[in-house]
């Protein structure tokens, strides 16, 4: 690019985690201007998004994701983001999509957002999880609370958020996306999570650790749901209870109903009833006695 930089982005993004790019919609990159300029003179208090002008990703996506190719991959970027914060000659995004040390070249209001008479579309699944996390989230219970599959870590935190006297773990599989989790959680200030690199089949914490286990859309994404579940029965408490969710429309070769995931649920050793929450089903389950 020609343009003059005018900061930097600090994230723990790569292109192994930058696979995972609709979940960098909900994660938190930060930008550092750079010395001569002030953040200050890029940021209005009457707007909530901004158009963040960027380096391209140095990567390339499969061809069933080519919309991302033409958005993200090209000769230039530009992501619409919503401040979160800013703090002196930083400012943090949420929604940029940038790898770490990208350039920035410009950061502009997206006064759209902002008009009384707008109205946007939202994607299936963000509508689906916003409706999904309003009514199970204060449903769980517990002083420790372990979340499976948390991505970017957007579900943990909202979890640590709405249950600020627990301690919630995070579980992901790739340490790149772990790392991004705990720069959110540091960046939203929540001291109650914390989060580990480790596998859904065998996770690196002693028996009858967590009294609440979650797993918000992740059992589908997996080769062998039984053995998670087993492993998920050994980590929670006896008394303890698994809180999950899976979408009903949205599937990996194999398309499940209510039925299927309690019968799943009753192989690896819990007692479990089903509820339908939109296009969804939440599962509850305990330990058989």
Known sequence: MSFRSIGTVVNFADSETMELLALWKESVSEVDINKHAHASSYIHDEYSHY?????PL????????????????????????????????????????????????????YTSFDHQEATFPKPDMEILKKTVFEEVVPKVKGKNILDIGCGLGAGTVELAQKHPSSKVTGIDLLEGTIRQCRETAAIFGIDNVEYEATSAYDMDFESNKFDAVTCFFTLHHLDDITKALAEVGRVLDHNGKVYAVE???HHHGVKREEEHWIELFEDAGFTAKAKQISKSVFIEGELKK
Do not use: Q
Request: one cysteine or more; proline letters at 3%; a positive charge.
């Open 247 to 249: 979408p009903l429309d």
């Open 51 to 55: 158009i963040v002008l960027h380096d």
């Open 58 to 109: 140095d990567m390339e996506f499969s061809k069933k994701k080519d919309e991302w190719n033409k958005r993200f991959c090209g000769d230039t970027c530009a992501s619409v983001c919503k401040l979160v914060k800013h703090d002196n000659n930083k400012l943090y995004f949420k929604g940029l999509i940038a790898a770490n040390n990208s350039s920035v070249y410009g950061i502009m209001p």
